[in-house]
């Protein structure tokens, strides 16, 4: 029973348009989210996060929201660049876990096209 | 400035052979985790170890065994490996009061 979900296992963009990744989760426990960024042959990078008291975190080209009554966040790329194309995982912190846990969707595999 | 460095990078196992992953972090991390990453399944969680001389069950723990040698140092453990354990394995480390990892690149094991 996968607790955190990414529905789309990859998404096209042109490059220079936006790229939207979706994320939706289970456990209304989860109080802090993030989203990592996983080229080939290496490990997952941490690219952006957001706590569950806030909607919207902003970094650069990078955009993350946040719907706790949808259970729902999604990342925003404005723009989309060559270089962002990578596998992206979301991933979720349950409240009092002592070992600060990460439960991570199953990823999106992003390909922006020059 | 190495991070988390895990080796071998790859590995081939026939089925019931032994092998130890071992990962390493040079950041003074208290936290280590060990997770599997599988086609379609994200991350999964095999084992933690909060900190030094404490170890703990993730989601997939069935067939592994983890020691956390000291502060720097958590191995996974193989005992008798299956092809069902064929996927990439990450070891991640994290500081006191930040939830992001830090992962290491990864070590692809194929069980033949």
């Known amino acids: 029973d996968q607790q955190v979900k990414q529905n789309s296992p990859s998404l096209s963009v042109q490059e220079g348009r936006i790229s939207i990744l979706n994320c939706d989760y289970t456990n209304s426990m989860f109080d802090y989210f993030l989203w990592y960024k996983k080229y080939p042959a290496e490990g997952p990078t941490f690219l952006i996060s957001i706590s569950s008291i806030k909607d919207k975190n902003e970094d650069g080209r990078f955009t993350v929201f946040l719907n706790k009554s949808a259970k729902h966040l999604s990342l925003h790329i404005v723009p989309s660049q060559p270089g962002d194309s990578a596998v992206y995982f979301c991933a979720a912190k349950r409240i009092n876990n002592a070992g600060n846990m990460l439960t991570f969707g199953g990823g999106t595999r992003l390909m922006v096209k020059p | 400035n190495a991070g988390v460095t895990q080796t071998p990078k790859f590995q081939v196992l026939k089925t019931g052979q032994s092998m130890t992953l071992q990962c390493a972090q040079d950041m003074n991390h208290n936290s280590m985790y060990w997770y599997r990453q599988d086609p379609g399944m994200g991350l999964r969680l095999i084992y933690y170890s909060a900190s030094e001389g404490t170890t703990d069950k993730g989601e997939v723990p069935n067939g592994y065994n983890v020691s956390r040698l000291n502060k720097r140092e958590f191995s996974l453990r193989l005992e008798s490996a299956a092809p069902s354990q064929t996927s990439v394995y990450f070891c991640?480390?994290?500081?006191?009061?930040?939830?992001?990892?830090?992962f290491g690149s990864g070590t692809r094991l194929t069980v033949v």
């Open positions: 991640a480390s994290r500081e006191v009061d930040y939830y992001g990892y830090t």
